[in-house]
């Protein structure tokens, strides 16, 4: 008896989690952990994590027209213009995948791009669930970025202090030699936190307008945000 209960219980809270539809923004400073939350909501949640920042650097990496239009303004820490971006998360939004939620990592960056947005799922009479602000001051930035390390395989992200590797430089997931992103240099970071202050930041006060902002402070450790999170999506 107690079994059947237990598997009633299994079933109900799964039925749960794909009735769910769960589509989350997630907002933040270079290097406010983004990228790490995003993960462990897709991987908790089974939704697909959408990083333009990781659409790009794949399309450097492969040498596309778009990956090198985009190379041009990342590497200046400045950020790809709203018409190489907007279209390509619409699609992909739009996407089978996606029927039961995303997360969002680094888009929408700017005002029009929130907007093209809010556009194209109002049409198929869709809206975004949640918009997680993750909170860290300018200071901690700097050291973030600066011990980031980054899989160039599988795309997993570590820090050499706060989220290190089992075996030092080397990925623990498939253990491929781990890299400093390019644009994680000092100056770039700083050009980027002046780019994200100038044209990023006014999108707290747009998803506050539209009560779908969600504050959490990402200066904890990587676990206590995400039960912050986990509390704040309610699943
Ligand atoms: P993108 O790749 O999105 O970079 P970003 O926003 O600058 O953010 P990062 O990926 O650097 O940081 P994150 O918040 O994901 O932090 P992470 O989890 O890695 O974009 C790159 C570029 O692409 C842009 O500059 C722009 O040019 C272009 N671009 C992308 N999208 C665009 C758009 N929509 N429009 C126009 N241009 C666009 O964490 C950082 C470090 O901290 C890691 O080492 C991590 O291990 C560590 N860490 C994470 N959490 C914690 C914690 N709680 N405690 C301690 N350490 C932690
Ligand atoms: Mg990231």
């Not at 778009?66 to 739009?94: I, N, S």
């Not at 747009?206 to 779908?212: G, V």
């Amino acid at each position: 008896m107690k079994e059947i209960f237990h598997s009633y219980l299994y079933v109900r809270e799964n039925l749960h989690e794909l009735e769910e539809i769960m589509k989350i923004i997630m907002l933040g400073a270079p290097g406010a952990g983004k990228g790490t939350q995003a993960k462990l909501i897709a991987g908790t949640y089974k939704i697909p994590h959408i990083s333009t920042g990781d659409i790009f650097r794949a399309n450097i990496k492969e040498g596309t027209d778009l990956g090198k239009k985009a190379k041009t303004y990342m590497d200046q820490g400045l950020l790809v213009p709203d018409e190489l971006v907007v279209d390509l998360v619409v699609d992909r939004v739009a996407k089978e995948d996606c029927k039961n939620g995303y997360v969002l990592d680094g888009f929408p960056r700017t005002i029009p791009q929130a907007e093209a947005l809010d556009k194209a799922l109002a049409a198929l009479g869709e809206n975004i669930d949640y918009a997680v602000d993750m909170e860290v001051p300018d200071a901690n930035i700097v050291n973030r970025m600066s011990g980031r390390r980054a899989c160039p395989a599988c795309g997993a992200t570590y820090h050499i202090v706060h989220i290190p590797t089992k075996k030092e430089g080397i990925c623990d997931r498939c253990g491929k030699e781990l890299i400093l992103r390019d644009d994680d240099k000092p100056e770039t970071v700083k050009k980027r936190l002046d780019v994200y202050h100038d044209q990023t930041q006014p999108l707290i006060a747009y998803y506050k307008r539209s009560n779908i902002l969600k504050e959490v402070d990402g200066t904890k450790d990587m676990d206590e945000v995400f039960k912050s999170i986990a509390a704040i999506i309610g699943a």
